[in-house]
Every structure is written in C-alpha cells, then in structure tokens.
C-alpha cells in the first residue's frame, strides 16, 4: 500500500444477508459459501484484502453462518489424514487458509440492512480506519485474476492524498443503476472522483451525474463496486441511520452523511467486479476464473 499514509490493518467482511436470490440453495449453504471453482467466493475476498496487507480480518456473520467459522478454522483432524496419506500440499493449503491472517467472528443479531451490519463492527475496529469487502464480489485485476491488491491500494492512495474516506466505483449502464449505490460527483484526475452525492438504488432518471475530466457526463451512472476504505467516523453516522431504501438501514445513508463531514474519494475499479449476485452470473465468474487454469 502507498506510503504516505498508514497501512490498513483491520478488513471487514459483511457475510450476513439472507442470499434471497440464490434460494432454496441458501436454506442451508450461506451465499457466500457458494463455490467458484474448488473455491468458496469468500475465499477470494480474504485474499485479496490479505493481499492488500490487513492481517485483521472481522467477518460479520448470522444465524445458520457457521460453515464460514469453519471454513476459516483450523482442522486438525483432517490435516493429520491429508499427511498420513502422503498429501501435504493439500495439508498445507488447508492450514493456510486459516492462519494466512488473524480472524474475528461477530453476528447480527438481526438482518436489518448492510448499514447495520457494518457497525456490528465498531468495537473490534476502533479508532482506526479500515477496508470493507463485500463478500459476496470477487473482483478481478485487468488479466482477470482474483484475490489481487489492486482495489484496496487505489482506495489507499486516495485516502493518503486527502485524509477521507474513498470507494471503488464503476461505470455501469443505466439498466444496471438500480442494483447499487450511485454516486455524483466531478472527476479530480484521472479516475479519481470527488463525491458530491450518494444515491442507494435510484431509477435510472434519478441517479446523479459524474462530470468527468474533458468536462464530458457519462450516460448511465457510477456505481459502488463492494470495496470501501473508512475512516472510523463512519460508525457514528452509521450508529445515527434510519431505515431507509427497502426498509433497511442503508450503508450508504451513513455515507453521505459521512461524505457532508469530511469529503469523500471515488477511485475508478481497476479491473472488473465479477456480478455473482444471481445463479447466472455465478456461472459466469466459474467460467472466468476456471479458464484461468487451462
Ligand atoms: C450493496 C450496497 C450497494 C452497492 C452493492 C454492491 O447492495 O447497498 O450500495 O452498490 O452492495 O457493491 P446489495 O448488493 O447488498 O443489494
């Protein structure tokens, strides 16, 4: 990560919706869980934040979550069967999985919004600020591969340059804007963006503009792409958010409100947010990231 400011040591790692859209699988095997390749997705995502540097990774969970304790778990029984049996490269995998970082489990209590999640957080955060990672995304760098810093760096440099809170973001086409968190703002350098507005989830005619360098407005809006660095002030305002779009408490309610207290930076993603939010497009990200191997 840049040097000039701090590294983030602290990731966090929301895990704890219902996954709606992948029933009945999600009855008993948590989204987040759902495998590309011989991999769960948040295999990937803890990947790449200890790719990024954070040793301190806090995954918030609910109920009926605990294959994801598990998988981060040490095993011991099944490592002393993987020796016995001569397999100590796959013995070694299954330990790494568990010690590539130190790990930290919170639930909430109840599914009332990603916003809520995220200050289940506070305490194990404190005073410092920290990466959030949507563990439903994978996110690949421009050769299409997972579980690289690229994201996390680019919200770092951000950070170090103005001392605020920044996000990924991308430039989706307008029937795609009402599945995210839309931003306004001006374009300061090269993808990097000075937020003005955030909306969660506008119709289309309603999503704010992005001006961009050659004075230009894209069609279509820019969304947030399941990365975020925070300063530690977000939990106030998180701690201060009403139920908002769909009933539920909006992370991104708390960060315009965030954004209204110190600024916020928008970094253009580098790479490519692999959508596995539905069946297909998590096909899609197993074609992908299998074809890397062949
Ligand atoms: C969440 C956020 C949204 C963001 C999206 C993907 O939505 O609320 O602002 O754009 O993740 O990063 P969800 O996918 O949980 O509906």
Same mark, same amino acid.
Request: some cysteine.
């Given at each position: ?43 990937? !995502? %803890?990947? @790449?934040? *200890?790719? +990024? ?7 918030? &969970? ?104 920044? !996000? %990924?973001? @991308?430039? *989706?086409? +307008? ?7 839309? &931003? ?111």
């Amino acid at each position: 990560m840049n040097a000039a400011a701090a590294p983030v040591r602290k990731a966090v790692l929301p895990a704890a919706g219902f996954g709606t859209r992948f029933l009945p699988i999600t009855k008993s095997v948590p989204k987040e869980m759902l495998p590309v390749g011989d991999k769960p997705v948040i295999h990937y !995502v %803890v990947a @790449e934040a *200890v790719a +990024a540097g954070c040793t301190d990774i806090l995954i918030i &969970v609910s109920r009926d979550k605990s294959s994801i304790v598990d998988y981060f778990d040490r095993a011991p029984d099944l490592e002393r069967r993987l020796r016995a049996a001569g397999k100590d490269e796959l013995a070694d995998e299954i330990v790494r999985i568990a010690t590539q970082a130190r790990f930290h489990f919170v639930r909430q209590p109840e599914m009332k919004g990603l916003g809520d999640a995220v200050l289940q957080a506070r305490d194990h955060v404190g005073d410092e600020p920290f990466a959030l990672l949507l563990a439903d995304t994978i996110i690949v760098d421009s050769s299409g591969v997972p579980g690289q810093p690229a994201a996390l760096d680019t919200l770092h440099a951000a950070y170090g340059e103005t001392g605020a809170s920044a !996000v %990924v973001i @991308e430039h *989706v086409p +307008a029937d795609r804007i009402s599945r995210y968190g839309v &931003v306004g703002g001006t374009e300061r350098a090269p993808g990097r963006f000075t937020l003005e507005r955030m909306v969660e989830k506008p119709a289309p005619a309603e999503a704010p503009a992005v001006r961009r360098l050659d004075g230009t407005v894209d069609p279509g809006g820019w969304a947030f792409a399941a990365r975020y660095l925070f300063t530690p002030a977000v939990f106030a305002h998180l701690a201060r958010t009403r139920p908002g779009k769909n009933n539920e408490i909006q992370l991104t309610d708390a960060m315009a409100a965030l954004l209204a207290e110190e600024g916020f930076s928008g970094c253009r993603l580098p790479g490519e947010r692999l959508d596995i939010g539905n069946p297909r497009g998590l096909f899609e990200a197993n074609r992908r990231i299998l074809s890397l191997d062949a």
